[in-house]
């Protein structure tokens, strides 16, 4: 979710949808954003060793080796002004093809049904191995939905150390261990009261499978923040064992601390990591990392380019990794990095914003992943990425990959075609979607930020 400061909704409405790139119509989204001023210091932990990848991740002892280099200070830079979208020329979408199974052929329209209501501002569902459902409350809880009920009582309740005083602070995931079953740690990622981004692992309560112990925290890192926005905030478990962390790049218009291609700051990166570490700092770089043995660049980091990757996930079956990163003034984009990467990926930002030059006319393209999707601001504001559809439920929706927007309420299908991507429409909800979520089925859900409530994906 980026919303650069509160989002005014003023009209919306889509005419129709035809496959994209062959004069596709729609009706136009005005909408305009308000950025909030700039915040703290940054402030950076040690970098832990590198350690050895196996097969079934292995824990790590080792104490950390050298200090990182420092990351830079905030400068002085104008906010982004609200930006009105015209509304006399059609939107453009355009994508690229990747490789991935067969999908199914859903209806035109899915269904969203809903699954639990009553929260208070839901960033993130989750599951942790079992029917449960976990919702990330921004303030500062998680709270269980079990066989179809929010439990009274909060999973975890942090609200006196997480900062959630701007649109994008807060609490904003949970991730828990592939192991969760037996070791009981789950991990957090959530903005502190200086405004700097922690991550950190708790565990559940050994006599109550349903609350966690707050006093259990143990912190692997705290990254600083320059600005109010573009935290990212998303954790996730790859297929190799690693946990993902989704960083953005600190904020502000234009990324005036140039940390979208600094290779040396922790921000506007993907990062990858092993949590499989005992002792402080209580996680371990992996030694196949692609900058472990580049000297200018931090051994955390797994990709670069990016502004705020506020949502990305792991198609369960494939093992691909979808990217939402959510734009500045005029797209929005999706990357698709395959299972089989060994990692390094420059995704473009700040040259490029979706397929285009973002700071000139021209610019070198060398070395850059370019998005194998796009939609500009008369679709939305800011994509909301979901998850490829895995359940049984509904086989007619396998092989998806839906996404949304937080700003329009559309919900998007994006899906091979031939050697080609396309895109549907296949819902024009009015929610403010801040997450879809997953269960342990592989079922959808879509998070509504204003309302509280919780809807499963279903087909018409």
């Not at 979710?1 to 909704?9: E, I, K, Q």
């Not at 209806?107 to 929260?119: H, K, T």
């Not at 490029?352 to 992943?369: I, N, R, V, W």
Request: proline share 8%; aromatic share 10%.
């Amino acid at each position: 979710m980026d919303t650069d400061g509160s989002v005014l909704r003023v009209a919306y409405c889509v005419l129709r949808s035809k496959r994209l790139l062959r004069n596709t119509q729609y009706a136009i989204f005005l909408l305009a954003g308000l950025l909030a001023a700039c915040g703290s210091n940054l402030d950076v932990t040690v970098t832990p060793p590198v350690v050895e990848q196996t097969t079934a991740v292995s824990p790590t002892a080792i104490p950390p080796t050298d200090a990182p280099p420092p990351e830079p200070s905030p400068t002085t830079a104008a906010p982004e002004a609200p930006t009105a979208v015209p509304t006399d020329i059609p939107p453009t979408l355009t994508a690229v093809p990747t490789d991935t199974p067969d999908p199914g052929r859903p209806a035109a329209s899915i269904q969203l049904e809903p699954a639990a209501e009553g929260f208070a501002k839901p960033v993130y569902l989750t599951h942790a191995g079992d029917e449960r459902l976990f919702v990330v409350e921004q303030e500062g809880t998680i709270r269980i939905v079990a066989d179809g009920n929010v439990l009274a009582a909060p999973f975890l309740d942090i609200r006196d150390r997480v900062g959630a005083d701007a649109s994008e602070r807060g609490l904003l995931s949970v991730a828990f261990h592939p192991q969760y079953g037996d070791n009981g740690r789950f991990f957090v990622n959530y903005t502190n009261k200086d405004g700097n981004t922690v991550v950190s692992r708790f565990r559940v309560n050994a006599d109550d499978s349903n609350t966690a112990d707050p006093a259990s925290e143990e912190i692997l890192f705290t990254i600083g923040q320059p600005y109010p926005n573009h935290n990212g905030g998303q954790l996730q478990f790859g297929p190799d064992g690693y946990l993902y962390v989704g960083m953005g790049d600190g904020g502000l218009a234009d990324d005036p601390e140039e940390n979208g291609q600094n290779k040396g700051t922790l921000l506007g990166a993907l990062l990858r990591i092993d949590v499989n570490v005992a002792d402080a700092p209580f996680y371990g770089v992996p030694a196949d990392n692609p900058f472990v043995n580049d000297e200018d660049g931090r051994n955390e980091i797994w990709a670069i380019g990016l502004r705020n990757p506020w949502r990305f996930s792991f198609d369960r079956l494939t093992g691909n990794m979808f990217i939402a990163d959510v734009g500045q003034n005029e797209w929005e984009e999706i990357h698709v990095q395959p299972a089989d990467s060994p990692g390094g990926e420059n995704y473009g930002w700040d040259i490029m914003e979706g397929f285009h030059c973002f700071k000139a006319d021209s610019c070198d393209q060398t070395g850059l992943e370019l998005p194998v999707f796009e939609y500009d601001h008369s679709f939305g504001c800011s994509i909301t990425g979901g998850y490829v559809y895995r359940g049984a439920a509904y086989p007619e929706l396998s092989g998806n990959y839906f996404f949304g927007d937080f700003c329009s309420g559309n919900i998007w299908r994006l899906f091979p075609e031939g050697a080609d991507w396309s895109d549907a429409i296949v819902r024009q909800s009015g929610l403010n979607i801040s997450s879809f979520g997953e269960d342990v089925n592989g079922e959808l859900y879509v998070l509504d930020y204003g309302s509280g409530t919780v809807y499963r994906i279903g087909n018409r």
